[in-house]
């Protein structure tokens, strides 16, 4: 189970960190990412890192904006979210796949999923 956080109502060129919660040892899971769905359009994958090595990849629309980083000890997943824009308003997910699979930007080859939280940028 994963659960979402820090999902708020900020305003243009502020800063928030969002939180992802997992019932089990994050270090288990093979990826681990943040997926996006602004109104009226597709989900998205915006920040994916691998537990085991660190390895992370983002979207180009959050490249030097956002750092996903993780917190073994607490199985704590974040996302550090700087220079906001409007168009960065949307539900926010955390995902996972199991272990001994790699990062995807695939929604499809995620099996966990958070309840989202909501970001405003306004």
């Known amino acids: 189970q994963l659960v979402e956080s820090g999902g708020d109502l900020v305003q243009p060129g502020g800063s928030l960190r969002l939180s992802c919660t997992a019932s089990?040892?994050?270090?288990?899971?093979?990826?681990m990412g943040w997926f996006r769905q602004a109104p009226g359009k597709e989900r998205e994958g915006i920040a994916f890192?691998?537990?085991?090595?660190?390895?992370?990849h983002y979207a180009g629309s959050v490249t030097g904006r956002f750092t996903i980083s993780q917190d073994n000890a607490k199985n704590t997943l974040y996302l550090q979210m700087n220079s906001l824009k409007p168009e960065d308003t949307a539900v926010y997910y955390c995902?996972?796949?199991?272990?001994?699979?790699?990062?995807?930007?695939?929604?499809?080859?995620?099996?966990?999923w958070g309840q989202g939280t909501q970001v405003t940028v306004s």
């Open positions: 890192l691998h537990p085991g090595g660190g390895l992370t």
């Open positions: 089990g040892t994050t270090g288990s899971f093979g990826c």
């Open positions: 995902a996972a796949r199991p272990g001994g699979y790699g990062c995807t930007t695939k929604l499809v080859d995620y099996a966990d």
